[in-house]
């Protein structure tokens, strides 16, 4: 089955710099790379995603990029605000209606 | 994006017991889908709740011990049986967006403690 791993675990950055979460999967046949936000004693939230047939999407301050031939996509936050503190989550599926499997994870610190 | 809820929003049970697990959506889904995350850790898929249809488990996940009901378009139930300190964590339903699939949308969790 699909494996998806996400780097780094826990992210330390301070107000109004970058952060970079990269993941990867195994399966070629993914076509579809959602991204969530877990804020503490919240569900999961969709914040972006992006599917196979497109290299790279925005969405005011958060974008995110693919490599179907490297197998590997990337969230990028700009000019980081400390709401933007939480546990992010990368997922890739194969098919409309079939599971999603999650990546374990990053926790992002915005320090003011 | 479906609004969706839960309840209990929390609960601590005593090992042995079992608890049932409700998910309301405010409009008609296709696919909703039950996941387990335990402390601290990433989300797992337990199963696929189809209205019509008996469920489909994940690896790892058995109908004896998670049984779910999907009576309507509306809402899914998952009951956690026999429980034991191990299934402590977050349980999460999520549902697919109409005409798109893949899309998932999370309600806000039940957290269980099982002592």
């Known amino acids: 089955g699909e494996n998806v791993e996400q780097h780094p675990s826990t992210l330390s950055v301070q107000e109004g710099d970058s952060a970079v979460i990269k993941c990867t999967y195994s399966d070629s046949a993914s076509n579809y790379f959602p991204w969530y936000k877990q804020e503490l004693g919240k569900g999961p939230q969709l914040i972006i995603d992006i599917r196979s047939n497109v290299g790279e999407k925005k969405d005011q301050r958060i974008a995110v990029t693919l490599n179907k031939t490297a197998k590997h996509f990337s969230l990028h936050i700009t000019e980081t605000q400390p709401e933007d503190s939480a546990v992010y989550f990368c997922a890739a599926s194969m098919a409309a209606g079939n599971k999603l499997t999650f990546g374990g994870g990053t926790r992002v610190l915005v320090k003011p | 994006s479906a609004v969706i809820s839960q309840k209990p929003s929390r609960d601590i049970c005593q090992r042995g017991t079992s608890l049932t697990i409700q998910c309301q959506v405010d409009s008609q889904v296709t696919m909703m889908f039950w996941y387990r995350q335990q402390p601290g850790q990433s989300l797992t898929l337990i199963a696929t709740a189809n209205q019509g249809s008996e469920a489909t488990y994940e690896s790892g996940f058995v109908i004896d011990k998670f049984p779910i009901s999907r009576p309507n378009l509306t809402f899914s139930t998952l009951t956690v049986s026999n429980m034991s300190p191990e299934d402590s964590s977050i349980y999460l339903c999520?549902?697919?967006?109409?005409?798109?699939?893949?899309?998932?949308?999370f309600g806000p969790g039940t957290r269980l403690t099982v002592t």
């Open positions: 999520s549902v697919g967006r109409q005409g798109n699939l893949q899309e998932q949308y």
